[in-house]
Nanobody, 123 residues
Framework: QVQPVESGGGLVQPGGSLRLSCAPSGSTSGRDDMAWYRQAPRKQRELVAV???????DYPDSVKGRFTISRDNAKKTVFLQMNSLKAEDTAVYYC?????????????????WGQGTQVTVSS
């Protein structure tokens, strides 16, 4: 794995949009299943979007219909389009590989994480 580099975060008003980028994505081959994760203060890290190497996507109910994950395999880049943002979306967002496990997805136990990008939703 390579260390991911996330960008695109910022301060946005409720209802606004942001587009996050991750390049390099953390996938050495560019063909791993990839995910965006977030961690809010005093909360555990949670997965918010997954995209498989074939382009299938999955989202938790908390962001479904508002967030869209996409990827450019040739450029080893992963994106997260976030619309209709809410205050509860405020967190540091990270990208990394994801592994299927027991019907869900899990983050890598080892390997590098990037610095993340801060998303703050506030009026």
């Amino acid at each position: 794995q390579v260390q991911p580099v996330e960008s695109g975060g910022g301060l946005v008003q409720p209802g606004g949009s942001l587009r996050l980028s991750c390049a390099p994505s953390g996938s050495t081959s560019g063909r791993d299943d990839m995910a965006w994760y977030r961690q809010a203060p005093r909360k555990q890290r949670e997965l918010v979007a997954v995209i498989t190497s074939g382009g299938s996507t999955d989202y938790p109910d908390s962001v479904k219909g508002r967030f869209t994950i996409s990827r450019d395999n040739a450029k080893k880049t992963v994106f997260l389009q976030m619309n209709s943002l809410k205050a509860e979306d405020t967190a540091v967002y990270y990208c990394n590989v994801a592994y299927p496990y027991g019907g869900t997805w899990v983050a890598p136990a080892f390997g590098p994480w990037g610095q993340g990008t801060q998303v703050t939703v506030s009026s």
